[in-house]
């Protein structure tokens, strides 16, 4: 399935639209506006809380929590390296996942196992970052934008 996640330009938080490649509103991503670390509620359309993310205030570079039903489900964490971005996502009870990013910062791939579990476009030149997302059948919808939103946070959130 793909999506197109966007960043809400006039906002005072982090907060994102989720689309399908048809044009159908998925998801909302609500930032907190005033809290220690960021902290974001990612939502169905209804505005039912299907994950929260949250940043790890005191941690060794950027680390991101994903909490399901009040329970942690996951945590990202932006690994340190010299040229490409490298993301490792610990996923309690399931498969880990690992997002390496290119040169440019605009291009990852998220693969558990060896294997593609989703892919992930930053678009150029655009007024608000803006994502494609490729995800793999029978991965978690909800667990790859939550990710796709913490790369955003970790990699371009100061550009706002």
Not at 15 to 25: K, L, M, N
Not at 39 to 66: C, H, R
């Amino acid at each position: 399935m793909r999506y197109v996640m966007k960043q809400k330009v006039f906002s005072w938080a982090d907060d994102y639209t989720i689309r399908t490649e048809t044009g159908e509103d998925a998801f909302l991503v609500d930032g907190k506006a005033f809290s220690l670390g960021k902290q974001l509620s990612f939502q169905d359309m209804q505005g039912n809380q299907l994950a929260f993310i949250k940043q790890k205030v005191l941690s060794w570079g950027p680390t991101y929590e994903i909490y399901r039903a009040g329970d942690h489900y996951a945590t990202i964490h932006k690994d340190f390296t010299f040229l490409q971005c490298h993301f490792s996502v610990h996923v309690d009870g399931r498969g880990d996942l690992d997002a390496e990013g290119d040169l440019s910062d605009h291009e990852y791939v998220l693969t558990r196992d060896g294997q593609a579990a989703a892919s992930i476009s930053k678009a150029w030149f655009q007024w608000s970052d803006t994502y494609g997302v490729d995800i793999a059948d029978g991965e978690d919808a909800v667990l790859i934008l939550a990710t796709t939103v913490v790369i955003d946070l970790a990699c371009h959130g100061d550009r706002r």
